[in-house]
């Protein structure tokens, strides 16, 4: 297992999972949703729709279609809005995309910083969560073969997660 972090566009990588921050309706919106229903292409989206929408903090699984991923996980963060869920919601978005990676059998992850874009989380909070939650289910899970790379598309972002892996 290993933990690891990359810059750039998570449309582009070749892994079993790219991790997708949705919204609860799971229509391809703006930022890194968008960029994603672009490049898988049109069936991701009716395939979305099969699903019936996701609620805040959970997670559903799709092909990727015509990405280099073989699936796309679609979590749904939390809306920012300083209330004590925040934290609670954004870290049950990473254990529970885990989670359905390794009920797929999946075997490498990547993650996009879910609400640190128009959801507004701050990001230096957001990124604390998703470094705390990642480690503590790669530690509950040592008998699980897992690759996790957290994804910073930008250099702020990136400056955060080379601090936070250490
Ligand atoms: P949310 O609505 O959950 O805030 P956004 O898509 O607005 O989701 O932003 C989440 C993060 O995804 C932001 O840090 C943004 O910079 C990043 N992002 C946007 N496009 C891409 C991309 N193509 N690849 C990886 N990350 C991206």
Redesign the pocket.
């Known amino acids: 297992m290993s933990l690891e972090i990359w810059q ?4 582009s990588l070749k892994v079993d999972a790219i991790v997708n ?3 609860r309706e799971l229509r391809g ?8 229903h672009r490049a898988a292409g049109p069936k991701l989206d009716p395939a979305c729709q099969a699903l019936g929408g996701c609620e805040t903090g959970e997670a559903k699984i799709t092909p990727g279609f015509d990405l280099p991923a073989k699936y796309v996980i679609h979590t ?2 939390p ?1 920012y809005s300083g209330s004590h869920s925040d934290p609670l919601l954004l870290a049950a978005c990473y254990r529970n995309s885990l989670r359905v990676a390794q009920e797929n059998g999946l075997h490498s992850v990547a993650f ?10 701050p ?1 230096g909070a957001a990124s604390k969560i998703a470094f705390t939650e990642v480690r503590k289910w790669l530690r509950d899970h040592k008998d699980y073969d897992l690759r996790v790379i957290m ?4 250099a702020r ?1 990136y400056a955060l997660y080379q601090k936070l892996l250490g």
Do not use: E, H, K, W
């Open positions: 750039g566009d998570i449309t921050a949705a919204n919106g703006g930022g890194v949703d968008g960029a994603i749904v963060g809306i996009s910083a879910i609400s640190t874009g128009v959801y507004g989380y990001l994804v910073a598309y930008d972002t």
